[in-house]
């Protein structure tokens, strides 16, 4: 436990380089928060935290299928990032 934050109710890792929980409030672009429901390795917490501090967030994505190491897999992952990017953002 040395070394680890205690953002939430399980700490984070000491050897997190990218402690995105502390730094999100200086983006001041949009974010789009993905994260899969069956992740082991990064709770589902941690994005809903993201969420909160965030200073310009659009509805997150949560997969229900997805873990950690799979979600790049899932369909509606890709078409929502789509989204983002051709409304939210409004690029073509």
């Known amino acids: 436990?040395?070394?680890?934050?205690?953002?939430?109710?399980?700490?984070?890792c000491c050897m997190d380089r990218f402690v995105t929980i502390d730094k999100?409030?200086?983006v001041e672009i949009p974010i789009l928060v993905i994260h899969g429901k069956e992740d082991k390795t990064v709770p589902i917490e941690h994005g809903e935290l993201i969420?909160?501090?965030?200073?310009?967030t659009v509805p997150p994505e949560w997969v229900p299928e997805a873990a950690h190491d799979n979600i790049e897999n899932c369909r509606e992952v890709w078409k929502r990032i789509r989204r983002f990017v051709?409304?939210?953002l409004k690029m073509k």
């Open 1 to 12: 436990m040395i070394g680890r934050k205690k953002h939430l109710n399980k700490p984070t």
């Open 24 to 26: 999100i409030h200086e």
């Open 51 to 56: 969420c909160q501090k965030a200073v310009t």
């Open 86 to 88: 051709k409304v939210e």
